[in-house]
Nanobody, 121 residues
Framework: QVQLVESGGGLVQPGGSLRLSCAAS????????MGWYRQAPGKGCDTVAT???????NYANSVKGRFTIARDNAKNTVYLQMNSLKPEDTAVYYC???????????????WGQGTQVTVSS
C-alpha cells in the first residue's frame, strides 16, 4: 500500500535551517508529482511546494527564495530544504503525491504522520 514517511523536523532558532525528507513506497514514485504541505496550530492546511515528475517546481509566495523542494527518484524520496526559517513557519509538515499534477494542486493535503517544525528562540 501507499506509504509516506516524513522526517527531519525539530526545534530550530529563527534564521536556522532544516531539511525534511519524505520516503515513499507502494507506488511508482518517479511518475508522481509530489508536494509538501503544512498546517499551523489553529489554521488551515496550506500548500508549501510542489514538484512534478519532470522536476518542475512551484512554491507558495511565503517561502519563495527560502525553501527548495527536490526529489531523488533512485531513493523514492522527496526533500524540503528550509533556510532562513521564521516563527511563522512553525507547523506540522506533510508530504503527499499524485499521478496527476492538477489533482495535487487542487486540494492541500495535510494528513498522515507529518513532522513537526518549530521555529522559536
Amino acid at each position: 500500500q501507499v506509504q509516506l514517511v516524513e522526517s527531519g523536523g525539530g526545534l530550530v532558532q529563527p534564521g536556522g535551517s532544516l531539511r525534511l525528507s519524505c520516503a515513499a513506497s507502494g507506488f511508482t514514485f518517479s511518475s508522481y508529482a509530489m508536494g509538501w504541505y503544512r498546517q499551523a496550530p489553529g489554521k488551515g492546511c496550506d500548500t508549501v511546494a510542489t514538484i512534478t515528475s519532470g522536476g518542475s517546481t512551484n512554491y507558495a509566495n511565503s517561502v519563495k527564495g527560502r525553501f527548495t523542494i527536490a526529489r531523488d527518484n533512485a531513493k523514492n524520496t522527496v526533500y524540503l530544504q528550509m533556510n532562513s526559517l521564521k516563527p511563522e513557519d512553525t507547523a506540522v509538515y506533510y508530504c503527499n503525491g499524485d499521478q496527476y499534477y492538477s489533482a495535487l494542486l487542487a486540494v492541500a493535503r495535510c494528513w498522515g504522520q507529518g513532522t513537526q517544525v518549530t521555529v522559536s528562540s
